[in-house]
């Protein structure tokens, strides 16, 4: 009895891999390795730091799927996970970017940038950073 139970409760965890499709294989890759997603037409693009995967489906769907494992929207076709983001620059122009570990950088549009205050458990000292005040 109490294997069936532990078997249920494996049965009902989320699973920490993902599988994808990839040139006629079907891949188990782990969500906390992808660096970015970027929508590409009707493919989006999974980069991880070494490798890029092409799969055909909309970057909606996947945002959905990705979001409880720590990735955020910064862009109409971008996701970063939160995990990789090192910096967030502001310009004098209002634009914002993300610095990602391993060099990457992707533009914030307007529209997102309330998504990163996500990124942080607690902000110290940042005034009007989000705000149109300068900093």
């Known amino acids: 009895m109490e294997a069936c139970i532990n078997l249920q ?45 092409m799969l055909r489906e909309s970057i909606s769907v996947v945002a959905e799927n990705l979001e409880p494992f720590g990735f955020i ?13 090192e910096e967030i620059k502001r310009y004098s122009t209002g634009e914002y970017s993300v610095h990602l570990r391993g060099g990457k950088e992707y533009a914030v549009t ?20 989000f705000s149109g005040g300068r900093q």
Not at 20 to 41: C, R
Not at 110 to 129: M, V
């Open 9 to 53: 409760n494996l049965a009902s965890r989320p699973s920490t891999r993902m599988a994808i499709k990839v040139k006629g294989k079907i891949l188990l890759i782990n969500p906390g390795d992808v660096v970015a997603v970027v929508a590409e037409g009707n493919y989006v693009l999974l980069e991880q730091e070494s490798k890029s995967y």
């Open 73 to 85: 929207r910064i862009h109409r076709s971008t996701l970063v996970n939160a995990a990789f983001v």
């Open 110 to 129: 307007r529209t997102y940038k309330e998504n990163l205050k996500s990124l942080a458990e607690f902000w110290f000292g940042t005034g009007a950073f």
